[in-house]
């Protein structure tokens, strides 16, 4: 059953519904309005038939004294009994049944009930008599139902073939506009089929002007198929580009061992051959494991667990300055800085940053390393003094493999992985990163969430006596 037809057949049980307690709500008033009227007029028919009595009390001689009067009301059409005080029927025009009253009941309570006689269902009052002009006794009036039940038919046909009518009326637009409903629906199945069968992800829906639900799924789908295209994008490009870095170090492994068949080569060459093999080696699995880390999904890939921040800073600064004596590095580290991280990802985003600023900055320029904290987060910021970014190239700093033409003439080693990392594990972790740069120093800028630990020395943990 499909989902039109399934909507139509809601609406139109819920109208349904609705209907339906109508037409009780209505049987009813109906019924308890026409019986009240019938008992109504069967009390009237009472107080007239009692009318015709002569005062005194209710007894033989009574109402023989009255029996023309009596005989003339039966001959009016009206059906009643009179009883005595001992429930005994004095006068009935119940010709074949004279006593009415059903089994149990009582002749001195009021009651109405109905009562087939003679194939005839009849409506009965019976009134225990005790006005000031008579006493002792009961009279019983009926009135057939035959009209009353033909009304009620015909109250309950016409609320029957109305509902269905009414039921016929709401199915036909309630298909319809079910059907306009689902029209979206359908048009993102069937541009999901056409991107399945023909792999063209730059296929979009048009979207509605309306804030609606279907304008919501119309926008929410096109951005699924932008973020899909934009992904096979990048993964096309990504292959395209390792392929590319690759190439280069696998031909020198590649040159190298064919320069090592050679039985005549000298001790010194081969020497040589295997150190440059081996420093490819290293840089290709460097390079893979970059790949694969930028691969991985960050939630799955990154740990978090309390993490020195400022320690890490201040060892990587060290190991920076050890390794490259002659650059100026000055540091600025506010101490016990926690964070919530990995601390090997932190470190390599730390090291990057040093290396990136101490490779394009000049001979004697400086590269200054802050830490600091600032409105409940670590703040990282590296300044170099180099050659700058143009404004062209800032967007793409960040992307895989990206090297801009002024960085790659500075300093031609690397395949352009450091920032993208970066980048990558700062925002795993929660984390921003920003940049600024003109001509003569570029500044990175790095913001973590600070822990609440944050800025507590040692000796602030231990528990005072």
């Known amino acids: 059953m499909s989902l039109r037809l399934r909507i139509t057949l809601l609406c139109v049980a819920l109208v349904a519904v609705v209907l339906a307690g109508f037409a009780i709500t209505v049987n009813f008033l109906a019924s308890t309005r026409i019986y009240g009227s019938l008992d109504d007029g069967l009390e009237a028919q009472a107080n007239s038939i009692l009318a015709t009595l002569p005062p005194g009390t209710l007894d033989e001689a009574l109402i023989e004294s009255s029996r023309q009067a009596l005989e003339m009301e039966e001959a009016a059409g009206l059906l009643f009994q009179i009883r005595?005080?001992?429930?005994?029927?004095?006068?009935?025009?119940?010709?074949?049944?004279?006593?009415?009253?059903?089994?149990?009941?009582?002749?001195?309570?009021?009651?109405?009930?109905?009562?087939?006689?003679?194939?005839?269902?009849?409506?009965?009052?019976?009134m225990p008599i005790d006005s000031g002009s008579h006493s002792g006794g009961s009279i019983e009036v009926a009135r057939p139902m035959n009209e009353t039940d033909e009304a009620l038919t015909e109250i309950r046909g016409t609320l029957l073939i109305g509902g269905i009518l009414a039921l016929l009326v709401t199915s036909l637009p309630a298909y319809f506009i079910a059907g306009r409903a689902l029209d979206p629906i359908r048009e993102v199945s069937r541009v999901a089929r056409r991107v399945e069968r023909t792999s063209d992800f730059s296929q979009r829906?048009?979207?509605?002007?309306?804030?609606?639900?279907i304008g919501e799924l119309t926008a929410t789908f096109n951005d699924l198929i932008q973020r899909i295209e934009?992904?096979?994008?990048?993964?096309?490009?990504?292959?395209?580009?390792?392929?590319?870095?690759?190439?280069?170090?696998?031909?020198?492994?590649?040159?190298?061992?064919y320069i090592l068949r050679d039985p005549e080569l000298p001790e010194g060459d081969r020497a040589a051959c295997l150190e440059r093999m081996s420093r490819?080696?290293?840089?290709?699995?460097?390079?893979?494991?970059?790949?694969?880390?930028?691969?991985?999904?960050?939630?799955?890939?990154?740990?978090?667990?309390?993490?020195?921040?400022?320690?890490?800073?201040?060892?990587?600064?060290?190991r920076m300055q050890f390794a490259e004596p002659t650059a100026s590095l000055q540091v600025n580290i506010a101490p016990s800085l926690m964070v919530q991280g990995d601390a090997q990802?932190?470190?390599q985003?730390?090291?990057?940053?040093?290396?990136?600023?101490l490779n394009y900055s000049p001979d004697g320029g400086g590269v200054i390393v802050s830490l600091n904290k600032q409105n409940g987060r670590a703040r990282l910021s590296v300044r170099d003094s180099g050659i700058g970014i143009s404004a062209e190239e800032l967007p793409r700093i960040f992307d895989r493999f990206y090297r801009g033409a002024e960085a790659s003439r500075v300093h031609r080693e690397g395949v352009g992985l450091g920032l993208s990392i970066v980048k990558y594990v700062v925002e795993g972790l929660g984390g921003d990163i920003s940049v600024e740069s003109r001509p003569g120093g570029t500044t990175f800028t790095v913001e973590l969430p600070a822990s609440q630990r944050s800025g507590r020395r040692f000796r602030d943990l231990l528990p005072v006596p």
Do not use: W
């Not at 025009?93 to 269902?121: I, M, T």
């Not at 048009?206 to 609606?212: L, N």
């Not at 985003?349 to 600023?357: C, G, P, T």
């Open 84 to 126: 005595d005080s001992s429930g005994q029927v004095l006068y009935s025009s119940f010709r074949g049944s004279p006593d009415v009253l059903p089994r149990g009941g009582s002749p001195n309570e009021p009651a109405v009930y109905e009562r087939k006689v003679a194939q005839q269902q009849l409506r009965l009052l019976h």
């Open 205 to 213: 829906l048009i979207e509605r002007p309306t804030k609606d639900e």
């Open 230 to 257: 934009q992904t096979l994008a990048a993964h096309s490009r990504f292959l395209a580009e390792a392929s590319h870095e690759l190439r280069r170090p696998l031909t020198i492994l590649r040159t190298n061992l």
């Open 280 to 318: 490819e080696a290293s840089a290709m699995t460097s390079l893979v494991g970059d790949l694969l880390l930028l691969n991985r999904d960050r939630a799955q890939s990154l740990e978090r667990a309390p993490v020195d921040f400022s320690r890490l800073c201040s060892e990587e600064a060290s």
């Open 345 to 347: 990802r932190l470190q």
């Open 349 to 357: 985003v730390i090291r990057n940053l040093l290396e990136n600023a």
